[in-house]
Nanobody, 115 residues
Framework: QVQLVESGGGLVQAGGSLRLSCLAS????????MGWYRQAPGKQRELVAS???????IYADFVRGRFTISRDNAKNTVYLQMNSLKPEDTAVYYC?????????WGQGTQVTVSS
């Protein structure tokens, strides 16, 4: 079955960096668009960044210039490098894969940014 396992979350001070990883299994990874989403308490889940099979990227305005999404098809892994973190970046970060209308989510990893 499809599994997406995120890692790399944690507690960091404002201005710091974290790199999230999402390891996928049960899919042909290179054929899937991948994305990172986040959900803060009391708020809706929102797109952070996405990357197509061809490597094209999209970023939410609130992370552009600070976060970078990338993928390594040989390792079945998508990454989110997060720099210049702000307290408002605190949320659970989720990995998502999409192949046509097939969508799966990871379990999420908590990112907490202290001021």
């Amino acid at each position: 079955q499809v599994q997406l396992v995120e890692s790399g979350g944690g507690l960091v001070q404002a201005g710091g960096s974290l790199r999230l990883s999402c390891l996928a299994s049960g899919i042909i990874f290179s054929a899937n668009a991948m994305g990172w989403y986040r959900q803060a308490p009391g708020k809706q889940r929102e797109l952070v960044a996405s990357i197509t099979t061809g490597g094209s990227t999209i970023y939410a305005d609130f992370v552009r210039g600070r976060f970078t999404i990338s993928r390594d098809n040989a390792k079945n892994t998508v990454y989110l490098q997060m720099n210049s973190l702000k307290p408002e970046d605190t949320a659970v970060y989720y990995c998502r894969r999409r192949f046509g209308d097939r969508i799966n989510w990871g379990q999420g990893t908590q990112v907490t940014v202290s001021s």
